[in-house]
């Protein structure tokens, strides 16, 4: 079938985006009604509250702040806890990145997580019985977003391979897909047709084991509000940000290779495998440097290089010998 889709598919907020392009567009905003709550790139700056009655009451709250996991920390400073909790992508809650009030209306609980596909028995979690059974640990990791923007965040969560081991995988399984709820009474994003929702994403079976491979359950010492991706959310520091996808409903234990949301979008852009590499050019910007996101105005963000695969090169880089032939930095 043939989708028209509208111009708006695009992942549009890019920090290539030449400087006196924000500061007309924060100039405009500035000078209307509803300024504030509209701007998209210097969102971060306007909003106090970072924390919702919905995490505060979290059921498993008493299991923060969890114990940092000192292997993986990183030497840039920590983003700071406003801004990773405004500045946000979440198309479900809209195109901007001020979707942080917006997703407030995601129901947090009851939460169930489906385990299927090629499994020795297929699973039906509760949320808080699932994570009462994981390791929780704390990490900081870099996260690199495809539009050229970086934060360093302390995420608190659980190996995924825990989560696969759980699951018994068929041996002949080759890959893990994942799937956010879908409810547009509750994300108005979602009745944005031309999208392909639900958002799903996939890893293959070794990229699910790796150590690195984190399932998030909190933010900065405690349970994740909505924007970030609560109650469960995926982690892959050396991929680009939009494989790290939020709010999982369903692990599809599989072995044909998944067609994630942003590649059945525009698979010229957004692939499979979305390593992070500084000599592949998005086909419409440099991935060369990556803006630290901060507070204020993105006049004062600093550019830095980027880094194959983020910085996290000793890690994954074993598991792509002998996939050279793969689009593997796209
Ligand atoms: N379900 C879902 N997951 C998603 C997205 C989304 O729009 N929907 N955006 C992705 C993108 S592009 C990025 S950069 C990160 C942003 O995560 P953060 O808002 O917690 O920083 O989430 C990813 N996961
Ligand atoms: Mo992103």
């Excluded at 990145?97 to 947090?108: C, D, G, M, R, T």
């Excluded at 059974?133 to 965040?153: D, G, H, I, K, N």
């Excluded at 050019?281 to 440097?289: D, L």
Aim: charged letters at 25%.
């Amino acid at each position: 079938m043939l989708i028209k889709r509208p111009k708006g598919w695009e992942l549009p907020e890019s920090a290539a985006t030449p400087e006196h392009v924000y500061m007309n567009r924060r100039k405009f905003l500035a000078g209307s009604a509803t300024s504030i709550g509209t701007i998209g790139l210097g969102g971060a700056a306007s909003i106090g509250s970072v924390r919702t009655a919905a995490a505060l009451d979290d059921p498993t709250a008493d299991l923060y702040p969890a114990a940092r996991n000192e292997t993986y920390t990183v030497e840039r400073a920590l983003t700071p806890e406003e801004v990773v909790t405004t500045y946000n992508n979440f198309y479900e809650f809209g195109s901007s990145k001020n979707v942080h009030e917006a997703s407030q209306s995601l129901p947090l609980r009851p939460w169930q997580v489906a385990i299927d596909g090629m499994v020795e028995e297929e699973m039906l979690l509760d949320i808080d019985e699932l994570i009462r059974s994981m390791p929780l640990e704390e990490r900081v990791y870099r996260l690199r977003c495809v539009e050229a923007w970086a934060m360093t965040v302390p995420w608190t969560g659980f190996a995924m391979r825990h989560l696969v081991e759980r699951a018994r995988p068929l041996s002949s399984a080759k890959y893990v897909r994942m799937e956010t709820f879908e409810d547009p009474e509750v994300a108005g994003g979602q009745k944005q047709h031309w999208y392909p929702w639900p958002y799903v994403e996939g890893l293959t079976m070794a990229e699910a084991m790796n150590d690195l491979t984190l399932l998030v359950t909190g933010v900065y010492g405690q349970p994740a509000p909505p924007q970030n991706g609560a109650p469960l959310r995926l982690m892959t520091p050396w991929k680009y940000g939009f494989k790290s996808i939020k709010s999982i409903v369903r692990f599809t234990i599989t072995y044909e290779r998944p067609k994630s949301f942003w590649e059945e979008i525009q698979a010229a852009e957004y692939g499979f495998w979305a390593n992070i590499n500084p000599e592949v050019p998005h086909p419409r910007w440099s991935q060369a440097e990556e803006r630290i996101i901060d507070e204020g105005s993105s006049l004062f963000w600093d550019k830095v290089p980027s880094q194959l695969y983020n910085g996290y090169g000793e890690f994954v880089a074993d598991m792509y010998t002998g996939l050279e032939d793969e689009q593997l930095f796209m």
